[in-house]
């Protein structure tokens, strides 16, 4: 496996699912629901909801329940990542690579791939902060979230009730669903983290082998986001209340590398749309509107 600048434009072209398994397998991507196929434009995506009521049976009955049909509107954005990269930097970051713990064995990742992994983390990257910085957009007092009441940002001593506090603030139909996430910086992950353990209440999901952190006798799990460093906020919520919308049906969302070797610089570009919003806010949560 050789260092081979004209085996990039080769590779970007034959692998044209990069860019969607880059924005796809984003870590806060599994904590909301996803929409494909989506234009770079504002959008109405539709949802709905519904009610279903038990009736005695007989011949005359009537419809009873219903299914409520709605839509959530996502400014979607074409986004992109454009750089020349100097040949001599990225000969000397595969090298890194090759020599980092664990590439033992014998085994090189092929200089191409390497060097396109790099561009597809830092498309992920960008995912990451925009989901919470959205989320931090989208649910909050003012907009109609649920207030727990937190009057100040929360230490290691006041963690615990905080959180709870918050799960407390949401609605019981919420509550009561299977796929509650409680959203915050790293930094407060940890806290919260080393707050359970030292409270001999952390409960970890080493079944699913994922190391899951959930809010102890509770369904919702802890989800820290890049987007939030720096903020105070926690966030609960349903996953299927917040809404990703991305296109990655066509080629115009894609990555591609090109060496220019008159000028001996590899031309990266990667575009891919990003948007995203929350339906119903009012059975969502925040942490105080301190």
């Given at each position: 496996?050789?260092?081979n600048?004209?085996?990039?434009?080769?590779y970007?072209q034959?692998?044209?699912?990069?860019?969607?398994?880059a924005?796809?397998n984003t870590?806060e991507?599994?904590?909301?629901?996803?929409?494909?196929g989506?234009?770079?434009?504002?959008?109405?995506i539709?949802v709905?909801?519904?009610?279903?009521?038990?009736q005695?049976?007989d011949?005359?009955?009537?419809?009873?329940?219903?299914?409520?049909?709605?839509?959530?509107v996502?400014?979607v954005e074409?986004?992109a990542?454009?750089?020349d990269?100097?040949p001599?930097?990225?000969r000397?970051?595969?090298?890194?690579?090759r020599?980092?713990p664990?590439a033992v064995?014998?085994?090189?990742v092929?200089?191409?791939e390497t060097i396109?992994?790099?561009?597809?983390?830092?498309?992920?990257?960008?995912?990451?902060?925009?989901i919470?910085g959205a989320?931090?957009?989208?649910?909050?007092?003012g907009g109609g979230a649920?207030?727990s009441?937190?009057?100040a940002?929360?230490t290691?001593g006041?963690?615990?009730?905080?959180?709870?506090?918050?799960y407390?603030a949401?609605?019981?139909?919420?509550q009561?669903?299977d796929d509650?996430?409680?959203?915050m910086?790293?930094?407060?992950?940890?806290m919260?983290?080393r707050?359970?353990?030292a409270?001999n209440?952390f409960h970890?999901?080493?079944?699913?082998g994922?190391?899951?952190v959930y809010?102890?006798g509770?369904?919702?799990l802890?989800?820290?986001?890049s987007g939030?460093?720096?903020?105070n906020?926690f966030?609960?919520f349903?996953a299927?209340?917040?809404?990703?919308?991305?296109?990655l049906m066509?080629?115009?969302?894609t990555?591609?590398?090109?060496y220019?070797?008159?000028?001996?610089k590899?031309?990266?570009r990667?575009y891919y749309?990003?948007?995203?919003?929350v339906?119903d806010?009012?059975?969502?949560?925040?942490?105080?509107?301190?």
């Amino acid at each position: 496996m050789a260092f081979n600048l004209a085996a990039l434009t080769a590779y970007t072209q034959e692998n044209t699912d990069l860019l969607s398994s880059a924005v796809l397998n984003t870590d806060e991507l599994a904590h909301v629901s996803i929409r494909t196929g989506v234009p770079a434009a504002r959008t109405a995506i539709n949802v709905f909801s519904g009610t279903i009521t038990e009736q005695d049976r007989d011949c005359n009955m009537a419809d009873a329940g219903n299914l409520t049909f709605d839509q959530v509107v996502i400014d979607v954005e074409d986004k992109a990542i454009a750089q020349d990269l100097c040949p001599t930097d990225l000969r000397e970051y595969w090298l890194a690579e090759r020599m980092r713990p664990g590439a033992v064995g014998g085994e090189e990742v092929p200089f191409e791939e390497t060097i396109v992994s790099y561009v597809a983390s830092s498309v992920q990257k960008n995912i990451s902060d925009f989901i919470g910085g959205a989320l931090i957009s989208n649910i909050n007092v003012g907009g109609g979230a649920q207030n727990s009441g937190q009057t100040a940002a929360s230490t290691a001593g006041t963690i615990i009730d905080d959180l709870n506090d918050l799960y407390e603030a949401l609605p019981a139909a919420i509550q009561l669903k299977d796929d509650v996430k409680i959203f915050m910086s790293p930094s407060f992950y940890r806290m919260a983290v080393r707050a359970f353990v030292a409270a001999n209440q952390f409960h970890y999901d080493f079944a699913a082998g994922t190391g899951d952190v959930y809010l102890p006798g509770t369904n919702a799990l802890l989800v820290q986001s890049s987007g939030m460093i720096g903020s105070n906020r926690f966030l609960a919520f349903s996953a299927s209340q917040a809404i990703f919308a991305t296109g990655l049906m066509d080629d115009a969302e894609t990555i591609r590398m090109v060496y220019d070797n008159v000028n001996d610089k590899v031309a990266m570009r990667a575009y891919y749309r990003r948007g995203l919003a929350v339906y119903d806010v009012a059975n969502t949560a925040v942490n105080g509107n301190f």
